[in-house]
């Protein structure tokens, strides 16, 4: 086949859409691209169906004519049908048309293509149905004696009862979900994802997610369990009916081997009277599949109903079979058996087919929800408060303990976390409280070591302090005495005087050094507390730069800012001595450089996360905005690297006289006050940084 043909074959169906039935009249149209590849899929499947007919294999032909529900089989012999793999198609006047070629039909049910091929003296025609016809007319619904039973008022009554409740369960069950699913998502949201949110919070949701899955899949089973049970009591109370029938219409057929003229004269009179009795319809069929009769005989004569059985009872070889067929729109159950006479000979079919009311269902489904859903949403609301408390008792205790250890402070006594359970919690929470009695134990013996450590330095510092001046008063009083000895009673009392003037002089410079010393190491031991209060920094810096522009040194000492009306909180007469061992240290730096500059700056901390970056800056603080700048700049040599972690060291000293205690003690006074210190140096020189606070 070429394209031309399939454009002349749609054409065909366009025409016979138009002029025929109208679109309304059927449902389910295919497209033409389905009917294309199905036209191919066909075609190969024909090609095997031949194979079997030539070989004769009855079981073969059958299986390759099920395999495509869309494709319908008939195979004619002659004028009799001899196989057929569908008995939707109510067939009317089928005549051969030109073989191997497809042309449209329009069958009374339905709209096809069609294709007639003869092999072996047989003529197969193989039917595509693309449209199917929708039975508007539910009057006809009517001569179904199988139709469903009319309720009496007071089951209509509970039905409507129970369908109210239904729907009132449905919405409060919906509304709970929805409402859950509503705080859950903000939960998320607010999170910024499911792993960020609380433990607690993970637990509730995962906990009330697998509450709502449970209860989804037993409702689902639920309501799939009653319909499957309806439908199983209709089917068995089905087959029970075609088994009295069975028996019944053998003793109508006691002495009969087959169905003529005759026996079947009167059939569909007892046929419509056995219906009335068992409340069923029963259709007949003779060993050819035809039928012969049926309690409601006008479907078949409206021709809604094929004459021919169905082809998976009539070819397989179980007859006895309970399945669903279709007429139209409506679906309905079947029962097939094989009629026998009284001798057990085989001499056709009964069918006997129930309308399984959709309606009938679901009051059967209705009615057990409505017993069903009210415990249920009672377990489902004590299952999420169950949830609910059972999440918080789990993580209560991790957020204590989460608490306890934002809050943990030494040496307070309710580090301790007390819970009394023996479970996995329980073991943290014991290791949680030996691991403060363990840090408390090893803070103070660390306390402990470094305080003794510390007087020891403290103490070697003043021991090499106190000697350097002993050694020169030694040696000059030692020098006094060996004057006096040597010269006697001769001795030159004008020079002794003069030495013993320059002596005296000396000694007098070494005590003074002495008692410089013990007040340093003194101011340093016991620092007198720091008393906040609002500062004006500007002026506290022009005072004590003021002191300093006119020193031995002829260092240049330059302030660049406002003289007063900036205000931090510090100790107002502390501060002022911070600034003093700043700018001494600066002056001290650039004692031997010509050219020696010292600025000294103050501004808001702007700058800070530009110093941050900086490799060499110290501690420096977190939050800018609320601090004060106070910048000490000069021009020396720097500061070495091997000394640069030392600077702020208590016994630490380049110079060859001093304590070495300055640096040491502002650092103490500024990070009272809540500020910083922190200094930045290179070989172009150094700046210290002074942080204090601008709010309380």
Known sequence: ???HFYHILFLLFFVFTSCGLEEKDFENPLEERQIQAQIKSAEQELGQLINHVRNQQMDSIWYTAQVHENFIYYIFAGHDMVFWSDHRLILRNMRTHEYDQWYAHDFVNAQAVCKWTRCDGLDILVVIPYKWRTVRDATWKDSFSFKPVIEQNEQVRWWRQARVKVHAYFVIILTLFVVLGIYGLIGIIRNHGFRNMKLRLKFQYLLMILMTFSFVYIFTVSVHYVRTRYEGSQKTLLEDKTEYIQQALKGMFYWDYSFNPNNTASLNIDLHSMAELYNVDIQVYNKKGFLVGSSTPQLFDRELLSKYISSVVFFSRQHSLTTYEQVGELR??????PLYNGHGIHIGFIAVPLFISEREMAREVDDYLARLLPPYLVV????FIIS???????????????DKMKNFQLGKRDNHITYWFNDEIGDLVYRYNEMVDELERSTKMIARSEREEAWKTLARQIAHEINNPLTPMKLTIQQLQRMKNESGDTMDKERYNAYFNRATNMLIEQIENLSRIATSFSTFIKMPDVKLSRVDIAEKLSSVISLFQSNEKNVSVRYIGP?????????????????????????QALEDKEGGDIIVMI???????ALMEDENMQDMPMDALDYLEISFSDNGPGI???????????NFTTKSTGSGLGLAISKNIVEASFGKICFQTSEK?????????KKE
Request: avoid cysteine; hydrophobic fraction near 40%; aromatic fraction near 12%.
């Open 1 to 3: 086949m070429n394209k």
């Open 332 to 337: 309905y159950l079947v029962s097939y058996k």
């Open 380 to 383: 489902l609301i004590i299952g």
């Open 388 to 402: 609910y408390l059972i999440s918080h008792g789990i993580i209560s205790p991790l957020s204590v303990l989460s």
């Open 563 to 587: 003289d007063s009306g900036i205000i931090a909180y510090a100790d107002r007469e502390q501060i002022q001595q911070v600034f003093t061992n700043i700018i001494k240290n600066a002056i």
């Open 603 to 609: 501004r808001n901390a702007n700058n800070i996360q």
């Open 640 to 650: 070495p690297l091997e000394y640069q972690h030392k600077v702020f060291m208590p």
């Open 685 to 693: 020189g150094t700046t210290f940084f002074v942080y204090l606070r």
